[in-house]
């Protein structure tokens, strides 16, 4: 932890009454401040000195606070600064933080911003000594270059360097794997030729945040996706830092495929809606996809047809020939209704052998879209290996449309009463819908 008493400030002000207050508000916070009248003295008693945070006033005599940034960034020796100033101009914090400044307060009129720079000039320091923590790694790396190249060679991530204007210089053979280039075909090539931009079009970071150009660079866990030398696309994970030295600033890319993660992650997903024997929407997805459809329905006012399907003597089925067999039934039928309806359509196991159709935009067609899974049952040959008779369905239907004032859960129970019906009495498909 930093001792505040240790840190020393100058602040450049040439409102002597300012300069009091801001002076003992910091001192409030344990921060001694020396005090300059003007641009060119805080530049001489800044250059005296051995200051570790500047706080300079943007409207002084001889040199305003942009000029005095100018020229002591010119000598390379800057300290963490905050550019102060009554205009609020954002312009004028652009050209301060080009120019090296680490953050801009507005003075306002109330003082309110005094209470703002104690907190300001703590971050900055932290801010500071990180990017020197930093440069101190970077710096022992570089002067380790063969042992660095000797790791790099054999780690699975791609490690790329790239220099100040985006070139790519440095190539791994984690790279050459995972983008298909070798060394010699993309040294000198921008690292944007790397990153796929139709992903970035709709994904932050913007594409341009790979278009480094001199600017500092920090931040990891980047998803992206790479674009492989033959034009497929890669799951990324990337992070991207920059590091200083005589001839500029270089930044260091790593990249991990994360292919297999991401196929894991689509079958967990999988795993958590779909039923794993049919391979359908299973019945805890159920009432996301119910209050989806409800919702687009009232949203367009069109109507929604509901088919509740049970497997008659199923319990037969799996006593006689097994439960393998059952299963085999159960897949067969759940591919039979998808094949049957609509691709609009939406096929849920809702139950050990029962299985809930949801047609959206469906208006008077739930008897006929019920009269064609008869019938494809009917002429239906997959099941007759598996067993000694005929598998029939019992369907109940029913309709809901957004002037209908049932829930959803009575609707449904109104098609599992149709379909218990219809499997009371014996036969393969309702009368009437309700």
């Avoid at 040294?187 to 030729?193: D, E, S």
């Avoid at 949203?299 to 008659?312: A, E, K, Q, T, W």
């Avoid at 609509?342 to 139950?351: A, L």
Wanted: aromatic share 8%.
């Amino acid at each position: 932890m930093t001792d505040v008493g240790s840190i020393r400030i100058l602040y450049m002000e040439d409102d002597p009454g300012l300069a009091r207050l801001v002076q003992k508000r910091l001192r409030r916070a344990g921060y001694p401040v020396d005090v300059a009248e003007d641009g060119e003295q805080g530049i001489s008693q800044y250059q005296a000195g051995n200051y570790d945070v500047l706080i300079i006033d943007q409207n002084m005599p001889v040199y305003s606070g942009l000029r005095v940034l100018e020229i002591l960034a010119a000598e390379g020796k800057l300290a963490p600064t905050i550019m102060l100033t009554g205009t609020g101009s954002e312009e004028t914090a652009v050209e301060a933080m080009k120019l090296g400044a680490n953050d801009y307060v507005v003075k306002d009129a109330a003082g309110g911003f005094l209470d703002l720079l104690p907190p300001v000039i703590e971050r900055i320091l932290k801010q500071h000594h990180l990017i020197e923590a930093q440069q101190r790694a970077e710096e022992a790396l570089r002067e380790s270059e063969a042992r660095f190249r000797a790791v790099a060679e054999t780690a699975v991530d791609a490690i790329i360097s790239v220099d100040s204007h985006g070139r790519i210089t440095f190539w791994n053979r984690g790279a050459r794997m995972i983008f298909g280039y070798n060394e010699g075909d993309i040294l000198g090539r921008p690292l944007t030729l790397l990153i796929d931009e139709t992903y970035h079009a709709d994904n932050a970071p913007p594409i341009s945040f790979f278009s480094v150009n001199g600017e500092a660079r920090l931040d990891r866990g980047i998803e992206s996706r790479g674009r492989h030398r033959d034009g497929t696309v890669v799951p990324i994970d990337l992070s991207l830092s920059n590091w200083q030295t005589t001839s500029g600033t270089f930044y260091t890319v790593i990249v991990r495929d994360i292919t297999e993660r991401k196929e894991y992650e689509a079958s967990l997903a999988r795993m958590a809606h779909t039923d794993a024997l049919t391979g359908i929407f299973n019945r805890h997805y159920l009432a996301g996809i119910l209050d989806r459809e409800f919702q687009r329905a009232k949203r367009y006012n069109h109507p929604i047809g509901f088919l509740m399907i049970d497997v008659n003597r199923f319990k037969q089925i799996n006593d006689q020939f097994g439960h393998n067999t059952g299963d085999e039934v159960l897949v067969g039928i759940a591919e039979l209704l998808a094949e049957t309806l609509r691709e609009s359509d939406i096929v849920v196991r809702y139950g050990g052998d029962e299985f809930l159709a949801i047609l959206p935009e469906t208006d008077g067609e739930t008897e006929t879209a019920r009269d064609r899974i008869v019938d494809r049952m009917a002429s239906c040959e997959r099941f007759s290996h598996l067993v000694g008779f005929s598998v029939t369905l019992s369907i109940g239907c029913a309709h809901w449309d957004p002037q209908d004032p049932r829930t959803i859960d009575r609707v449904l129970s109104d098609a599992d009463k149709q379909m218990y019906k219809v499997k009371r009495d014996s036969q393969d498909q309702d009368i009437t819908c309700r």
